[in-house]
C-alpha cells in the first residue's frame, strides 16, 4: 500500500471514496495542478467510433429523458464509453461553453488515471454510481463543478457499456439527481435489451432480408469470457454459446492476436504437445462450422487465421483495468484463473500473467476493502502475504479484523496477535 501522500494530509474530512479515489489520482499524476484531460479523437474518427458503439442505439432514450430537460438549466449530460472518453457532451449551451474551457468535451479523456478524480472516471474505477462535489475533484480547473455518474452495463453480458454523467452546479448533486441518472441508465438498458429480442425475431423471421437503418445499430459488443470457467461463455448477437475447451482456447488466441496467426503460431499456442497442424486445421473447421450457425458475423479467416470484427476477452479486460488503476473494477470481471483446467501454453501463460499481475496490484495498492473482496477467491484462500498484509492495513477496532487474525492463524499455525 502506497503511504499517505502529504496532500492528502491537508484533507482530513475527506469523504472515504473520495480519498482513495485521490491516492489513485496522486498515483497516476503526481501533483492535481495543470492537468488538462486529452482529446483522443477528432470530429471525424469519433463519429465513426460513435456510430459503431453499442451506446449509439439507446441515445435516444438518454436525449428524451435527460438531455431535453436539461436545456437552459446549466446542466451537461455526457456519455462516455468503457474507457472514460467522453462520446457524447449534451445541454445547456452555456454550460457546453464554459465545459470546454476544462476539456469537458466530446473526444475527451475523463478516465481517473488521465484526469483525476471526477464522477465519470471514478464510477468506472468503482464499478457503481458516485457524486463529487466541487473541490473534492483532484483537478483545481474543475472545483467549481459537481458531477453525477451512474455506469451502464451490458444486458446480457454485466460488462460495463459506459457511463452516463450529468455536470454543472449544485444541482447536478442534488437530492434526486442521482435517482434520475439510475433511472435512465436503467431504462437505456431495458430499451437496449428491447432491441437485441427485436433484432433475433427480426432475424427467425427473415433470415435472407437485408439489414434496415435501425437493425445494422451496433446493439452487441461481443466477448468471451474464460474467466473462472473450464469452458468459454462467448456473447455474440445477443446469444449465450459454451464452447469446447479447445474452441474456447482457439477462439480466445485469434481474439487476442486480432492481426491474425497462421497455422503454426496457432497450434503452437494451444496444443502442448507439438501435435500436426492437420489436428489445428480440423478444429478450425469445425469452429467455422459452428459459427456459422450461430455467430455468422464471427467466422474466423484464413491465411492468417483471424477474427473479423473484435471481441472482447474478459481476461484481457481485467488487465487493461489493472493497467489504470481500476483494481475494483478489474475485481468484480475476475471470477477467476483463466481456464484452470486448459494445459495450451499460451493459455497457460495467460493464466498467470492475470493472477500475477492482479495479486501484485491488488497487494501494492489497492484499498482494504478491495483487498478483502480479492481475499474470498479460492486462488488466495492460502496466500498468508496477503492475508497478513490485509491484517496490516485494517484499523485496529475493523470488526473485520478478528476473522482476518484467525485465518492467518490457521495459515500459520500459530497465534497471532499483532499486526
Not at 64 to 88: C, F, M, N, Q, Y
Not at 130 to 135: L, S
Not at 337 to 346: I, M
Request: proline share 8%.
Amino acid at each position: 500500500m502506497s503511504p499517505t501522500h502529504p496532500l492528502l494530509e491537508e484533507h482530513p474530512a475527506m469523504r472515504p471514496l473520495v480519498r482513495e479515489s485521490w491516492q489513485r489520482s496522486l498515483n497516476a499524476l503526481s501533483t492535481p495542478g495543470g492537468l488538462t484531460p486529452p482529446v483522443v479523437w477528432e470530429s471525424r474518427e469519433l463519429i465513426e467510433f460513435r456510430r459503431q458503439h453499442p451506446l449509439a442505439a439507446i441515445m435516444p432514450v438518454i436525449n428524451k429523458l435527460l438531455i431535453e430537460p436539461s436545456h437552459d438549466t446549466g446542466l451537461l449530460i455526457a456519455v462516455g464509453d468503457e474507457h472514460g472518453r467522453l462520446l457524447w457532451v449534451e445541454g445547456d449551451s452555456a454550460a457546453r461553453r464554459h465545459g470546454e474551457n476544462i476539456n469537458f468535451a466530446t473526444g475527451a479523456d475523463w478516465s481517473e488515471p488521465v484526469a483525476g478524480t471526477s464522477a465519470p472516471g471514478t464510477a468506472l474505477v468503482l464499478g457503481k454510481s458516485v457524486q463529487i462535489v466541487g473541490q473534492e475533484h483532484f483537478n483545481p480547473a474543475v472545483h467549481s463543478w459537481s458531477c453525477t455518474a451512474v455506469p451502464m452495463h451490458d444486458p446480457d453480458s454485466g460488462s460495463i457499456l459506459g457511463i452516463v454523467d450529468i455536470t454543472g452546479g449544485a444541482d447536478a448533486v442534488g437530492a434526486n439527481t442521482l435517482s434520475l441518472v439510475q433511472a435512465t441508465v436503467a431504462a437505456a438498458e431495458a430499451q437496449l435489451r428491447i432491441h437485441r429480442l427485436e433484432h433475433q425475431m427480426d432475424e427467425r423471421r427473415s433470415p435472407g432480408r437485408p439489414a434496415t437503418p435501425a437493425s445494422t445499430k451496433p446493439l452487441y459488443r461481443d466477448s468471451l469470457q474464460i474467466l473462472g470457467r473450464d469452458l468459454g461463455l462467448l456473447h455474440v448477437a445477443g446469444a449465450a454459446i459454451t464452447l469446447s475447451e479447445r474452441h474456447t482456447e482457439i477462439l480466445a488466441m485469434m481474439a487476442l492476436h486480432p492481426d491474425g496467426l497462421s497455422a503454426e503460431e496457432l497450434s503452437d499456442k494451444v496444443y502442448p504437445d507439438g501435435t500436426s497442424l492437420t489436428s489445428i486445421r480440423a478444429e478450425m473447421v469445425r469452429l467455422r462450422k459452428l459459427l456459422l450457425a450461430v455467430a455468422p458475423s464471427l467466422v474466423p479467416e484464413s491465411r492468417p487465421y483471424r477474427l473479423p470484427r473484435p471481441l472482447v476477452v474478459d481476461a484481457e479486460q481485467v488487465r487493461n483495468y489493472l493497467d489504470r488503476g481500476a483494481h475494483r473494477l478489474a475485481l468484480n470481471i475476475y471470477r477467476g484463473e483463466v481456464l484452470p483446467r486448459s494445459l495450451a501454453p499460451a493459455i497457460s501463460g495467460l493464466r498467470t500473467r492475470v493472477a500475477v499481475q492482479l495479486r501484485e496490484a491488488i497487494l501494492n495498492d489497492a484499498s482494504p476493502e478491495v483487498l478483502l473482496s480479492y481475499l474470498q477467491l479460492p486462488e488466495a484462500a492460502d496466500d498468508v502475504e496477503a492475508w497478513r498484509t490485509a491484517l496490516h492495513l485494517l484499523p485496529p477496532r475493523s470488526p473485520k479484523r478478528s476473522a482476518v487474525v484467525a485465518h492467518v492463524a490457521e495459515l500459520e499455525g500459530e497465534s497471532v496477535t499483532g499486526h
